[in-house]
């Protein structure tokens, strides 16, 4: 019934390693979102993905890469992790022409040590 | 460019106290403007929007209305509960989205 998942819900690892978060969105939308939320509660949105094209992008490091196999689904991988990435990554999802209605997954806690 | 400033939390409030947590933006042309909640361990929900000068979005007892002559949209709701505890966020979209920093709000019984 879920309507956005991601995965894994906590994500602990070391300084320099590269990971990957998952989304997973089940509401026949065809455009999905990151948003990195940090210590402050800002929520800043990193990707954009309408159709499997990028449409955003706002001035992530390059070691970020959303990937895109399909309309339902919008990974997050992480290269050379730094300690500044330590936030909650939450993905989201809806439909093209509609952001003012965007869906939310419940977030993957990140903590690079 | 566009911006979103909302007042600093936490906030914290008896129950059936009247909430207000200010937001005021700055943009080009007529954006769109948003209140989104977020829950504890949750994501963010859509609560309420107004898309032009004068709308009110309500729901769930809270309310807001655009002002275009302050650009502001501040929320409100007459009674809070306990429930109501979360971090609230204001939102506009002119093009791409921008959040405010979120206030956080706590309800005491």
């Known amino acids: 019934d879920t309507a956005v998942s991601q995965t894994p819900k906590y994500l602990v690892t070391q300084m320099g390693n590269d990971k990957s978060i998952k989304c997973e969105q089940n509401?026949?939308?065809?455009?999905m979102y990151w948003y990195k939320q940090d210590s402050k509660k800002f929520l800043k949105i990193m990707f954009s993905?309408?159709?499997?094209?990028?449409?955003i992008n706002e001035t992530v490091p390059n070691r970020f890469s959303p990937k895109s196999p399909d309309k339902a689904h919008l990974n997050l991988h992480i290269n050379s992790l730094e300690l500044g990435d330590s936030a909650v990554y939450f993905c989201?999802?809806?439909?093209?022409?509609?952001?003012?209605?965007?869906?939310f997954g419940p977030g993957t806690r990140l903590t690079v040590l | 460019g566009n911006s979103v400033t909302q007042m600093e939390g936490p906030v914290t409030l008896s129950e059936e106290a009247f909430l207000t947590i200010n937001c005021t933006y700055t943009a080009t042309g007529y954006p769109s403007l948003f209140w989104y909640v977020q829950y504890p361990g949750e994501g963010l929900q859509l609560l309420l929007k107004a898309t032009k000068a004068d709308d009110k979005g309500s729901n769930k007892g809270f309310e807001a209305t655009y002002r275009k002559e302050t650009t502001s949209f501040h929320l409100e709701k007459g009674s809070v509960q306990v429930s109501d505890s979360a971090v609230y966020f204001c939102?506009?979209?002119?093009?791409?989205?921008?959040f405010g920093a979120g206030t956080r709000l706590f309800v005491k019984a």
């Open positions: 939102a506009l979209r002119g093009g791409k989205t921008i």
């Open positions: 989201a999802s809806s439909l093209a022409g509609r952001t003012d209605t965007q869906y």
């Open positions: 509401l026949g939308h065809d455009t």
């Open positions: 993905y309408n159709n499997k094209e990028l449409i």
